[in-house]
T-cell receptor
Framework: GAVVSQHPSWVICKSGTSVKIECRSLDFQATTMFWYRQFPKQSLMLMATSNEGSKATYEQGVEKDKFLINHASLTLSTLTVTSAHPEDSSFYIC??????????????FGQGTRLTVV | AQSVTQLGSHVSVSEGALVLLRCNYSSSVPPYLFWYVQYPNQGLQLLLKYTTGATLVKGINGFEAEFKKSETSFHLTKPSAHMSDAAEYFCAVSPSGGYNKLIFGAGTRLAVHP
């Protein structure tokens, strides 16, 4: 299967700072990427969908000014958590899908990023 | 609203025993259903999926799942557990079809004992 890499795997930051998480598709072009968030012992929750070259679509209840998503190239999407607070501590996972509009194309997941805000 | 319920956050089996991980879903339209596995410090890997057609779906590593519409279930089974099967398993539904907006269950951690 295709490989999706997230960086960093874990990060600790101070409250009030911003953190950028990268999601790269290593061996395919991803026109669509998805960002999920997972709280301990809870489900993965879709935060937003991003298509290369356009603005991300955020799910209801997700603050787009706090969770900035950029998908400027076909192999890279970034999620920036701005002015992070302890309640933003979570596990963030991205997935990448090859072809825009082809809903039956499998989406491949990154290994996730553990964010801890202190 | 669509949802996924995985019964049992932890399941423990002996090596060689049957593995049964339960998943029930709610969806107002025919769903696509998925099982993913996550090993420590790794991403989610697709085990199998149901879209249309045959209701018994075979996946990788000897796993299979059966879509039962009348029971709104998609339970995951494997006849004989291996130590390497120890991982977190997630059931997911895509109520609109395809891989958009996957709704995940809370996950089941499978432990396999010698």
């Amino acid at each position: 299967g295709a490989v999706v890499s997230q960086h960093p795997s874990w990060v600790i930051c101070k409250s009030g700072t911003s953190v950028k998480i990268e999601c790269r598709s290593l061996d395919f072009q991803a026109t669509t990427m998805f960002w999920y968030r997972q709280f301990p012992k809870q489900s993965l929750m879709l935060m937003a969908t991003s298509n290369e070259g356009s603005k991300a679509t955020y799910e209801q209840g997700v603050e787009k000014d706090k969770f900035l998503i950029n998908h400027a190239s076909l192999t890279l999407s970034t999620l920036t958590v701005t002015s992070a607070h302890p309640e933003d501590s979570s596990f963030y996972i991205c997935s990448a899908r090859r072809t825009a509009g082809a809903m039956n194309t499998e989406a491949f997941f990154g290994q996730g990023t553990r964010l801890t805000v202190v | 609203a669509q949802s996924v319920t995985q019964l049992g956050s932890h399941v423990s089996v002996s090596e060689g025993a049957l593995v049964l991980l339960r998943c029930n879903y709610s969806s107002s339209v025919p769903p696509y259903l998925f099982w993913y596995v996550q090993y420590p410090n790794q991403g989610l890997q697709l085990l199998l999926k149901y879209t249309t057609g045959a209701t018994l779906v075979k996946g990788i590593n000897g796993f299979e799942a059966e879509f039962k519409k009348s029971e709104t279930s998609f339970h995951l089974t494997k006849p004989s557990a291996h130590m390497s099967d120890a991982a977190e398993y997630f059931c997911a539904v895509s109520p609109s079809g395809g891989y958009n907006k996957l709704i995940f269950g809370a996950g089941t951690r499978l432990a396999v004992h010698p």
